[in-house]
């Protein structure tokens, strides 16, 4: 899903792009130096990033700084490919460093990373590390350290003992509350395998075991997208016939049909399903009487979907303005930009359409102010901000690009794409320098 896939990748980016050293930064603490070590890491500085991650790990030896630092280390040269150094830091961090506060959430961390870059062996074995060794840890949640590891075994090919892990774990959580959830993520990713039968099996239970749960709901939404992607047009319309009828009433119902519509427009390159259902979520909750916010939500992104603009901005107002103190409301206004509007614009600039990918941006642009004006500031004001960069980015437009950088570096410097924001003014800086310094 796109939602944090275009600010993700951006970032990967960045350690491939020109390299440019940042200015000297005054160290007032230990959190001031950990910034600084990640600064260098992000900017492919590895000499320095390896000396003052280390320097971190012995001046706060037995500190959560020190196991902050020894897991940058780590993830650091996983990143990196050296993998015989990420070994060494990794058993640091699992010998030296293991009583010290935040020990489990640093290694569950370096696991991801693992995970991400394909080591899945590496990353079943510390997840499984961290389920064993910190049962009691509230970062740990022995339960998801359980779930990679089947997830782990499935990309080993070893879905016997995927299959066993499984079942222990529906015996050993079958009263945590977050089972459902677990399982749901095992099945999409037995999907994302192709491992179609264990999909749906999971699916299934979820729906028999928690048939009044909201995950009830998304286990029927894969579904579906599962017999989309296996090309089955019979049975992802039985499924969805499914889920119209027993889920009618579900919460998430509206999100789900979206998502389905996204699938037969994308996966399926099916257009004519695909405005089908986004037309059917306009109709069932333009009008509706109470509507949640979702339902709100849905209807702005089903009408940007199929080109009605006014109607869009209808939804989107309606969205600020009824639920201003919903916590959950600057994301789901995030999203509209994120995953509606962004796209369609990288979609068309990718196909030299640059009038249609400029009014795109320019409303990503208009829905991200938003979020920074008239929302409560939190979490995602400077996620508005950096996505608000990329788009005057994409228009060529740099300095307001820079001038929404420079405002995260200013007002949320605990952001964690800060140095990264400060990197990519750097960057522009240097590269205005250069055209100065060479006109043509």
């Known amino acids: ?117 394909e080591k899945h062996s590496e990353a079943k074995s510390l997840y499984r590390y961290v389920a064993e060794q910190y049962p009691q840890d509230a970062y740990a949640y022995a339960i998801w350290g359980q779930m990679y590891v089947v997830i782990c075994d499935f990309y080993l090919g070893n879905e016997e003992d ?81 889920l119209l009828s027993k889920f009618s009433d579900a919460w998430g119902l509206p999100r789900a049909v979206y998502d389905i519509a996204v699938a037969f427009q994308w996966k399926a390159g099916n257009r004519q399903k695909a405005d089908e259902l986004f037309g059917y979520v306009v109709d069932k909750w333009t009008k509706a009487d109470n509507p949640t916010w979702v339902q709100v939500q849905c209807v702005a992104m089903a009408n940007i979907a199929l080109g009605n603009d006014t109607a869009a901005q209808a939804a989107i107002d309606r969205l600020i303005e009824s639920f201003r103190e919903e916590p959950r409301v600057p994301r789901a206004v995030y999203e509209i930009a994120a995953e509606c509007y962004y796209p369609q614009g990288e979609t068309y600039q ?37 996505l608000t960069a990329q788009c005057y980015q994409k228009l060529n437009e740099y300095d307001k690009a820079v001038e929404c950088l420079k405002k995260i570096v200013k007002d949320y410097p605990d952001y964690d794409y800060a140095w990264d924001a400060q990197f990519m003014i750097d960057n522009r800086v240097k590269e205005l320098t250069t055209i100065n310094r060479n006109p043509r």
């Open 162 to 242: 995927a299959q066993l892990e499984i079942d222990e774990l529906k015996e050993a959580f079958a009263g945590d509350s977050s089972l459902p959830t677990v399982l749901c993520v095992i099945g999409q990713q037995c999907r994302q395998l192709q491992i179609y039968e264990q999909a749906r099996n999971l699916f299934r239970y979820v729906q028999d075991t928690w048939p009044e749960n909201e995950y009830a709901t998304w286990a029927q939404r894969d579904m579906v997208i599962l017999e989309i992607e296996a090309g089955d047009d019979s049975a992802s319309q039985a499924a969805l016939d499914k």
């Open 1 to 117: 899903m796109m939602r944090m896939k275009t600010i993700y990748l951006s970032v990967i980016l960045l350690l491939v792009l020109p390299l440019c050293r940042l200015g000297n930064i005054a160290l007032a603490d230990e959190k001031a130096e950990l910034r600084q070590a990640e600064a260098y890491d992000k900017n492919g500085q590895d000499k320095e990033a390896e000396a003052a991650y280390t320097k971190i790990v012995i001046d706060y030896a037995g500190t959560e700084w020190a196991v902050k630092a020894q897991r940058g280390l780590a993830t650091m040269y996983i990143i990196r490919g050296k993998y015989p150094k990420a070994e060494e830091a990794v058993k640091k961090l699992t010998v030296e460093l293991r009583e010290s506060p935040g020990a489990a959430e640093a290694i569950y961390r370096v696991a991801d990373m693992y995970r991400m870059m």
């Open 350 to 386: 990718s196909q030299g359409d640059v009038n249609e990918a400029s009014k795109f941006f320019q409303n990503a642009i208009a829905v991200l102010n938003r979020i920074i004006v008239d929302l409560p500031q939190g979490t995602y004001t400077p996620w508005a901000y950096y």
